[in-house]
């Protein structure tokens, strides 16, 4: 199976909602990047649309602020969201990006996918199975991506599968394939988008 596909030439950014009233309504598919602060979500919208700054980026967590919407090809929306669980962020801060986070993840009709982005380096914490867990109750299909796999070397990157099976039986919404990535590298970049591809 080929998983290469033809580049995108039409990538836009759209509008970056901080309350769900002012998100586009729901002609287009979503694919919504959710992920801890500073996995790497932004960097991989990067890479995915080959735009180098089309979203922003940068080493201090909590970056993005806001749920942006990327059109690809006037045929589905790219979701950059904030990041969950950076513990300097404020309590107000925190409780506001939360509560966006969630009522986003469980109210779009249109939303095929969330990419689940979990650094390589770290696996899973509690804060990516509460996210999952909402997931699961909503019965939104969920894909986990293991971000900044150049840290690793092979062994490490092997041992992603042990660490991806011990969580999979619980999760009944969550996709049974996980994909390797790195936005420095560009591993796994044509499978995301062939995997986008598919749900467009
Ligand atoms: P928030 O918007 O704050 O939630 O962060 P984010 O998840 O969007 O992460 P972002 O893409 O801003 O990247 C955070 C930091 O990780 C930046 O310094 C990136 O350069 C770095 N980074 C992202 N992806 C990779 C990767 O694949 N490999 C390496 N080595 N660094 C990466
Ligand atoms: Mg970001």
């Not at 580049?7 to 836009?12: A, P």
């Not at 990006?97 to 899973?124: A, C, E, H």
């Not at 936005?183 to 591809?197: F, L, P, Q, T």
Request: glycine share 6%; charged share 25%; proline share 3%.
């Amino acid at each position: 199976m080929s998983k290469k596909v033809k580049s995108w030439s039409n990538t836009e950014f759209k509008i970056g909602a901080t309350t769900l009233e002012v998100i586009p309504g729901t002609s287009l598919r979503e694919i919504a990047f959710a992920g801890r602060s500073n996995v790497g979500k932004s960097s991989l919208i990067n890479s995915i649309t080959g735009r180098n700054s089309l979203t922003r980026v940068s080493k201090t967590p909590g970056c993005t602020r806001q749920l942006n919407f990327f059109e690809i090809e006037d045929k589905i929306y790219l979701v950059d969201m904030p990041g969950y669980g950076y513990a300097k962020a404020s309590k107000g801060d925190q409780l506001t990006w939360g509560k966006l986070i969630i009522n986003y993840l469980s109210s779009r009709p249109l939303l095929r996918r969330v990419f689940v982005l979990v650094d390589s380096r770290v696996s899973f914490k509690q804060v990516d199975f509460d996210i999952m867990g909402v997931l699961d109750k909503c019965a939104v299909s969920y894909q986990v991506i293991f971000t900044k796999a150049d840290k690793l070397t092979d062994k490490e990157i092997a041992q992603l599968q042990k660490s991806f099976d011990s969580i999979a039986k619980k999760h009944p919404a969550l996709h049974p394939e996980f994909i390797v990535t790195s936005s420095v590298s560009k591993a796994g970049v044509d499978r995301i988008r062939y995997e986008i591809e598919q749900l467009i």
